[in-house]
T-cell receptor, first 110, second 114 residues
Framework: KQEVTQIPAALSVPEGENLVLNCSFTDSAIYNLQWFRQDPGKGLTSLLLIQSSQREQTSGRLNASLDKSSGRSTLYIAASQPGDSATYLCAGTGYNKLIFGAGTRLAVHP | ETGVTQTPRHLVMGMTNKKSLKCEQHLGHNAMYWYKQSAKKPLELMFVYSLEERVENNSVPSRFSPECPNSSHLFLHLHTLQPEDSALYLC?????????????FGPGTRLTVL
């Protein structure tokens, strides 16, 4: 069974810190890795998609890496801001589906 | 309208009601998906449609009935639901169903079953 695990489940940091969110997956059949942001009660916003042939992707203060050999992906957020507070979800693409982790709930306080 | 839209955004229904959730994508995609997000559980895939044909049914109870009349529209018909079906229902679309396709999500419908 394909599984995606995210650590930590929750994180609270002061504004300005650099932080790393972790995602691990058990099945090498997971092809791409997609990171999403979800605000409370809202839908998902795609942040970064790392294709199978890629090692990392960057968008602004966000950098995501993918190591398929170890089954890990990390999302690095630089100089965190209160507006970054949300739940961050990683999902691996299997055949016909995305397999989601449970998410990391991030709170950035001023 | 751009992206993926869902209506209604909030729905409260009794266990004997019949209602439908609607999803529309404006991205020219060929694949559409229904996901369920319950409290404190990872998102679960429910159904996948590719070119209006259902290609995956992830062991979903028959009280949930999907319909895809064309590649831009997806419905989820609900009848005789249970309180444990209360959740956020998310629709997504992608260019195709292959593993390399990025999925784009709508804002979701928050469903409460009384």
């Amino acid at each position: 069974k394909q599984e995606v695990t995210q650590i930590p489940a929750a994180l609270s940091v002061p504004e300005g810190e650099n932080l790393v969110l972790n995602c691990s997956f058990t099945d090498s059949a997971i092809y791409n890795l997609q990171w999403f942001r979800q605000d409370p009660g809202k839908g998902l916003t795609s942040l970064l998609l790392i294709q199978s042939s890629q090692r990392e992707q960057t968008s602004g203060r966000l950098n995501a890496s993918l190591d398929k050999s170890s089954g890990r992906s990390t999302l690095y957020i630089a100089a965190s801001q209160p507006g970054d507070s949300a739940t961050y979800l990683c999902a691996g693409t299997g055949y016909n589906k995305l397999i989601f982790g449970a998410g990391t709930r991030l709170a950035v306080h001023p | 309208e751009t992206g993926v839209t869902q209506t209604p955004r909030h729905l409260v229904m009794g266990m004997t009601n019949k209602k439908s959730l609607k999803c529309e994508q404006h991205l020219g995609h060929n694949a559409m998906y229904w996901y369920k997000q319950s409290a404190k559980k990872p998102l679960e895939l429910m159904f996948v449609y590719s070119l209006e044909e259902r290609v995956e049914n992830n062991s979903v109870p028959s009280r949930f009935s999907p319909e895809c009349p064309n590649s831009s529209h997806l419905f989820l018909h609900l009848h005789t639901l249970q309180p444990e079906d209360s959740a956020l229902y998310l629709c997504a679309s992608s260019q195709g169903t292959g593993r390399s396709n990025e999925q784009f999500f709508g804002p979701g419908t928050r469903l409460t079953v009384l």
